[in-house]
T-cell receptor, first 112, second 114 residues
């Protein structure tokens, strides 16, 4: 799937700040961040629908999403914690496509 | 809130046989049930979905069944091939409204042996 691109693909961090980026070329109007920890299912962190943010209230405040336009999504992470080690997937959808979610290939974050 | 339970954590079949993965959900308001395939180190790829206005949907070798009374849905893969080997996730959401908040099952690792 080259229509949803994520960067970086791999990230090894100490207690630093970093941003993950996602861009979709599908013309979708909703974008999502999902977190998948080892051997677990993906879990919704944030949803932007028509640039309105819906958040999972269990996500720590050190994760801050940003949606500069309808095709781009950022995830700013400050002072990462070892429990943040996971793969972060971006996804997008549109009502015209039945609201089916299409996922990027993920950004693997390793906190050392 | 919605909970999705995926009953088989692993499933092993012989090439050419059928594979069946079962999921149950708790929220009667859920109306959209997609399935995703994840190969090792890759993202999730949409394979098929079903909405609550039908109880069966087929796409080539994939069949999804939905039993709304039992709050159960299942994925049937017929004539399995080695390239079907992957983790399969079921999911559920309340359709319509803002975006599509999917709740995933825990995944089933399907192995298709030649």
């Amino acid at each position: 799937n080259t229509k949803i691109t994520q960067s970086p693909r791999y990230l090894i961090l100490g207690r630093a700040n970093k941003s993950l980026e996602c861009e979709q070329h599908l013309g979708h109007n909703a974008m999502y961040w999902y977190k998948q920890s080892a051997e677990k299912p993906p879990e919704l962190m944030f949803l932007y629908n028509l640039k309105q943010l819906i958040r999972n209230e269990t996500v720590p405040s050190r994760f801050i999403p940003e949606c500069p336009d309808s095709s781009k999504l950022l995830l700013h992470i400050s002072a990462v914690d070892p429990e943040d080690s996971a793969v972060y997937f971006c996804a997008s959808s549109h009502p015209d496509s039945g609201n089916t979610l299409y996922f990027g290939e993920g950004s693997r974050l390793i906190v050392v | 809130g919605e909970k999705v339970e995926q009953h088989e954590s692993t499933l092993s079949v012989r090439e050419g046989d059928s594979a069946v993965i079962n999921c149950t959900y708790t929220d009667t308001a859920s109306s959209y049930f997609p399935w995703y395939k994840q190969e090792a180190g890759k993202g999730l790829h949409f394979v098929i979905d079903i909405r609550s206005n039908v109880d069966r949907k087929q796409s080539q070798r994939l069949i999804v069944l939905l039993d709304k009374k039992a709050k159960r849905f299942s994925l049937h893969i017929t004539a399995t091939q080695p390239e079907d080997s992957a983790i399969y996730f079921c999911a559920a959401s309340i359709g319509g409204g803002s975006g599509n908040k999917l709740i995933f099952g825990t995944g089933t690792l399907l192995s298709v042996k030649p």
